[in-house]
């Protein structure tokens, strides 16, 4: 189950009784905000709305539900208004007037991922010529280049044939470099999108779940048989090395 929270404060000053914002308000906010969750606003349960700090908080067990309520901020804190749908166009409208206008702002954030996202303002932008969209695959690791490259990435290929350039971390590149070929990984990535084609022109690893069991048990087998060749490994050029020379 994730936890997703809605903290409205004030910025020079605390909310009270006497001081707060009106039922009716945080009411038209909320139905702003399910109208652009769409089908997953069901998966949503309201549990608690803390009085210190006027904070709806919401409970779900969908992922998908927690990366479009992470989409729907980032989109409005992007203050692109003529690339919003219309529906995520009228939520920052009402964040406007029923928020930043009498001085609140808003920081939005959820357990799955830890991310924050403050709101304060909206202010006009230029139009920008792409967007990130966050999406989950499935597929194989089929090349690792952290050695030839100053940002280490994963070429990944799934089941159905699509190939993928994923930016990795130094971390999450030697924890993949175990897998190499081998397992069956569920990616969850974000991906800047170009709005003149729809490609995406760069995709960063946010994380990623192991579907195949009975390789992750067998790859600890043989660090417990073999753990000399994992010792003092850095990157997964090393790793690799390692398990040709045995």
């Not at 990944?156 to 190939?163: L, M």
């Not at 946010?206 to 990157?235: A, C, P, R, S």
Request: proline share 1%; charged share 30%.
């Amino acid at each position: 189950m994730y936890r997703c929270k809605l903290q409205i404060e004030g910025n020079n000053r605390k909310l009270s009784n006497e001081d707060g914002i009106n039922i009716k308000d945080l009411t038209e906010l909320l139905s702003k905000l399910i109208r652009c969750l769409g089908d997953k606003a069901a998966t949503f349960t309201l549990i608690d709305i803390e009085n210190s700090s006027y904070s709806p908080t919401l409970d779900t067990d969908d992922e998908v539900g927690v990366d479009k309520f992470n989409e729907i901020h980032e989109a409005v804190g992007d203050n692109n208004f003529k690339r919003l749908p219309k529906y995520e166009k009228d939520y920052a409208i009402a964040l406007n007037k029923l928020l930043f206008e009498k001085g609140l702002h808003i920081t939005v954030s959820n357990t799955r991922d830890e991310r924050k996202i403050k709101l304060s303002s909206l202010t006009k932008k230029e139009d920008k010529n792409y967007y990130y969209s966050i999406t989950s695959i499935t597929g194989q690791v089929q090349a690792l280049y952290g050695k030839v490259e100053a940002n280490p990435h994963v070429f990944v290929r799934t089941s159905n044939g699509f190939e993928y350039s994923i930016y990795v971390t130094r971390e999450q590149e030697l924890q993949l470099s175990k897998f190499y070929k081998n397992a069956n990984i569920r990616f969850r990535i974000r991906s800047r999108i170009e709005i003149a084609n729809g490609e995406a022109t760069q995709s960063n690893l946010l994380d990623f779940t192991l579907l195949n069991d009975k390789f992750y048990n067998t790859v600890q087998n043989v660090k417990k048989e073999y753990g000399d060749i994992f010792d003092h490994i850095e990157d997964s050029a090393q790793l690799l090395q390692n398990l040709r020379n045995n």
